[in-house]
């Protein structure tokens, strides 16, 4: 299971940080990619940031200098710091983990709804 936390509305510029705690994963959560998605209204869901099992990144570059995403193992959390947020960010934010044998499709931003970990979603909402 995965579950989000940390969004709400804010102005734009402003700053948001999004959690998300894994449990019941078959494997250990340091075996598992993790990942950032969001779904905007009358949009297809995009990835956004993941981060390896041995701390690689990758960012949408829409996001690039903005977010950054991290993991913390020892509490099998992910976190998303979004900086400089805009109106343009406001979306669902989801939580997905894929186990690393078979996650490669999330560490490049693929969107797989039917594979891996998913989570409910948080919204963020940033006001112009």
């Known amino acids: 299971e995965l579950v989000e936390s940390g969004g709400g509305s804010v102005q734009s510029g402003g700053s948001l940080t999004l959690s998300c705690v894994a449990s019941?994963?078959?494997?250990?959560?340091?075996?598992?990619?993790m990942g950032w998605y969001r779904k905007a209204p009358g949009k297809e869901r995009e990835g956004v940031a993941a981060i390896s099992t041995d701390g690689r990144t990758n960012y949408a570059d829409f996001v690039k200098g903005r977010f950054t995403v991290s993991r913390d193992n020892a509490k099998n959390k992910l976190y998303l710091q979004m900086t400089n947020l805009e109106p343009d960010d406001t979306a669902i934010y989801y939580c997905a983990a894929a186990f690393a044998g078979r996650g490669g499709w999330l560490l490049t931003l693929t969107v797989r709804e039917s594979q891996g970990y998913w989570g409910q979603g948080i919204q963020v909402t940033v006001s112009s």
């Open positions: 019941g994963f078959a494997y250990g959560y340091n075996q598992y990619n």
